[in-house]
């Protein structure tokens, strides 16, 4: 099993505006159309990568770290470095923040159908393109002498040969 680490923050104020598990509803149970192929282990090995980046991005403080999410998140649910910064800000962050998220790709699986939840704010009821899998992840963060785990199923996508990830950057 591979597991990665990525970072992001502690505390509710946090959550919502670095690490916000995208809400979504996944396809139903017997969906119409076939499912899609399990992910290949290069698929693993990209999603793996996508959270190393994300890691090491928040190592380098909250502008490498909002960069990093807007270079990586898919196309279709787009933030710009600034909406991702002014996010980190206005919950409380500092560059001493710090998140490790163990993503267990072992555990990928597709999540056909999977779209934006109706509270999602201006990608309600998005069904982004591409092959979206979904997997657990397991996130430890720490800011200011405050250390936070929780456990969290996260989405990412194939576009076009190219893997993204979804995490909102709106303002808290």
Known sequence: M???ALL????????AACSTTVAGQASPAQPAAPTSDGPSDADREAV???????SASTQDGLEAHAEYMAEHN???FSYTAEECLD???????????????EADTDAMAPDDGWTLAADAGRYAGLQPS??????PVDVTQ????????YAADLHAAVLDGTFYLFFACDAA
């Open 48 to 54: 793996g990568d996508l959270f190393d980046g994300l």
């Open 2 to 4: 591979r597991r990665t």
């Open 87 to 101: 996010a980190f800000r206005s919950a409380g962050l500092t560059d001493d923040y710090t998140a490790e998220y």
């Open 142 to 149: 720490s800011f200011g002498g405050t250390t936070d785990s």
């Open 8 to 15: 992001c923050l502690p505390a509710a104020v946090l959550l």
């Open 74 to 76: 898919h196309p279709e």
């Open 130 to 135: 591409g092959q979206v899998f979904v997997l």
